[in-house]
């Protein structure tokens, strides 16, 4: 339990639980106690997700530390198979936490339909977030993937979990009407995209300490980026067979850094940054229908600025 509550609080943006407190004010709730534990809810929903992430993309650094897994193989030292106890023990640590979180939104002092209607959020967050990544992984190393068909699973995999459903979550429990519940949906859509492109964009133009995680994990895994579909769209042919053959080599430090030099050669990550601003654009535009508060207007646009302008 120890190591489980040091992961959780290790650090992060907490943007989830920032989009919980704004949704449930904009639907006209009130910070209290009760919001607060239900924004620990989320972000403990958050933790389930990166403790399985990390084992699926095979990560050994998560905030500046090493991923729950290679702690735990660590650990197991002296194990016949320290790694297989370190999987082990971080697809439990997941599951517990999930747990965590559904017992904490049955103890939530809100009315019970609304803490229905929240309960069903959280729900729907765990299966589109599962269907993102189970889409993540089978596009991985897939030439055939369509642009279309990777800005779906992003709006799965990020979209849906890291803005829409904090923020309908915060209003389910504020007694949302079906009109703001809507209108907080195409907002996240729009913001949540443009989240996971910023995050492409630093994975490929940052470095590991500067955004606490492995910089080249996607590559390694031949993930089908936005940025990696772009970059090929912009080359010719013998480029892309360059390409194709270092991601299969992606397991080489020398394989990474000669991809890195051919996408950066085609200005993708550009590309990738001026959509990310792009969806952003629209988020902003919807601010004047969705409050004509001064005060929750702000915000919203602070909460769509920090979304595309963050450095880690």
Same mark, same amino acid.
């Given at each position: 339990m ?7 609080t290790?650090?992060?943006?907490r943007?989830r ?19 607060y534990?239900a924004?620990v ?19 050994t650094?998560r ?8 702690l ?12 297989h106890?370190?999987?082990?023990q ?13 017992e904490?939104?049955?103890e939530l002092?809100?009315? %019970?339909?609304?803490?229905?209607v +929240?309960q ?6 765990? =299966?589109l977030?599962c269907?993102? &990544? *189970? ?7 897939n ?7 990777i ?7 990020s979209?849906?979990?890291s ?6 979550f915060?209003a389910?429990?504020a007694?949302a ?8 949906s195409e907002?996240g ?6 989240f ?8 490929f ?14 590559l ?6 936005l940025?990696?579909y772009?970059?090929q769209?912009a080359?010719g ?6 390409l194709?053959r ?5 397991q080489?430090p020398r394989?990474?850094? %000669?991809?890195?030099r051919?996408? +950066?050669?085609?200005n993708?990550q550009?590309?990738? =940054?001026?959509l990310?601003?792009? &969806? *952003? ?5 919807m ?7 001064p005060?929750?207007a702000?915000?919203l646009?602070?909460?769509?600025q ?5 450095t880690?």
């Open positions: 120890r190591d489980i509550t040091q992961f959780t290790r650090g992060g943006k943007i639980g920032h989009a919980v407190l704004l949704g449930h004010v904009l639907a006209g709730g009130t910070i209290s106690r009760s919001i534990d924004t809810a989320v972000e403990l929903i958050h933790a389930e997700a990166l403790l399985h992430d990390d084992i699926i993309d095979r990560d650094i905030r500046r530390k090493p991923t729950f897994h290679m735990y193989a660590k650990y197991g030292k002296g194990r016949s198979n320290p790694a106890y370190g999987l082990s971080a697809i439990i640590a997941g599951d517990y936490v999930a747990g965590l979180a559904l904490l939104v049955g002092r809100f009315p %019970a339909e609304r803490k229905v +929240a069903k959020i959280l729900t729907r967050i765990a =299966l977030t269907v993102g &990544e *189970a889409q993540d992984i089978w596009f991985s190393h030439p055939q993937v369509t642009r279309q068909k800005i779906r699973m992003l709006r799965f995999k979209g849906q979990y803005i829409v459903a904090p923020l309908q915060g389910a429990l007694g009407k079906p009109k703001m519940m809507a209108q907080l907002f859509e729009h913001l949540g995209l443009a996971q492109l910023r995050d492409d964009w630093l994975n133009t940052a470095s590991t300490q500067n955004i606490g995680k492995d910089a080249a994990s996607d390694r895994e031949g993930k089908s980026t940025l990696l772009e970059a769209r080359m042919v013998a480029q892309r067979k360059t194709v270092n991601l299969k080599k992606a080489d394989a990474i850094a %000669a991809i890195h051919s996408i +950066a050669a085609t993708a550009d590309k990738i =940054l001026r990310a601003f792009s &969806e *952003a654009e629209k988020t902003r535009a601010i004047p229908q969705i409050t004509k508060n005060v929750l702000r915000a646009e602070q909460l769509t920090f979304v595309v302008e963050r880690a």
